[in-house]
């Protein structure tokens, strides 16, 4: 199933649960467990190449007190890498044919933090900021490249990830509560150019190393930064097990 079918589905049921009956406060309470799965959408940094992607996720989070909780997080998701942010891959098949290919592929990301979250009641609802500390690693899909590469299996891309958000949520039962959520995910280690499937420069549409090259063929990506700020738009669900 697919993760837009996944996340739209989750919608459908937002919007059912807040049909129910409206609690009168909701209360964060210290030394209480918080279970929360997460569907949401990656929005990335146009300088990643990493097109927008739907994601499945969940937190545990635990209850210091009436403000303060901390927690783990993870989040999956598989987003397209734009070929057109490396040179063409390029090879020949004999001596007066050659190929040409935009350097595509999809690609698996985990994301995996630690939280800590403060927040506020306003009535039934609960407003909240959250900070925390990770990583991100994508997992690299280049089997389509096996011709003009000498590693064909799956290879990964891993950077520190600097997760920073605000959210709110609304309690529906003293066991359930929905929320929605919007965090900055900031890559600090990321590099653009590891995530090229083409590992050779010889397969490489750059006229630098083959005597066969085809002038103007790549794309232009706008250039690769020192830090990326990729945004997750969530729907979570807050589950309060034994309250």
């Known amino acids: 199933m697919k993760l837009s079918r996944i996340v739209g589905g989750a919608l459908c049921l937002a919007f059912a649960v807040l049909l129910g009956p409206k609690p009168a406060h909701a209360q964060q309470e210290g030394g209480q467990w918080q279970v929360a799965p997460v569907f949401g959408v990656n ?5 990643t190449g990493l097109e927008t992607a739907g994601m499945l996720g969940g937190t545990v989070m635990y209850g210091l007190n009436s403000i303060f909780s901390v927690g783990l997080g993870f989040g999956y998701s598989r987003p397209e890498m734009n070929g057109t942010y490396f040179p063409n891959a390029i ?3 004999h001596a007066d044919t050659v190929l040409m290919n935009v350097a595509g592929y999809q690609a698996s990301q985990w994301t995996y933090y630690a939280n800590l979250q403060a927040g506020i009641p306003l009535g039934s609802l609960y407003l909240f900021a ?3 500390i990770g990583g991100v690693t994508f997992w690299n899909d280049r089997q389509s490249f ?3 590469t000498q590693e064909t299996d799956r290879v990964s891309e891993s950077s520190m990830m600097i997760p920073l958000g605000v ?3 609304y309690e529906i039962s003293s066991l359930l509560g929905i929320g929605v959520s919007a965090v900055d995910e900031i890559y600090t280690g990321y590099d653009r150019s590891n995530m090229n499937p083409v590992f050779e420069a010889r397969f490489q549409n750059t006229c630098e190393v083959e005597n066969f090259c085809i002038i103007g063929a790549n794309g232009d990506p706008p250039a690769e930064k020192s830090s990326y700020h990729n945004f997750r738009f969530s729907l979570v669900f807050n589950f309060m097990p034994g309250r």
């Open 43 to 47: 929005v990335y940094d146009d300088a």
């Open 91 to 93: 090879w020949k098949v």
């Open 130 to 132: 959250q900070g925390g």
């Open 146 to 148: 096996a011709e003009v």
């Open 167 to 169: 959210g709110l949520s």
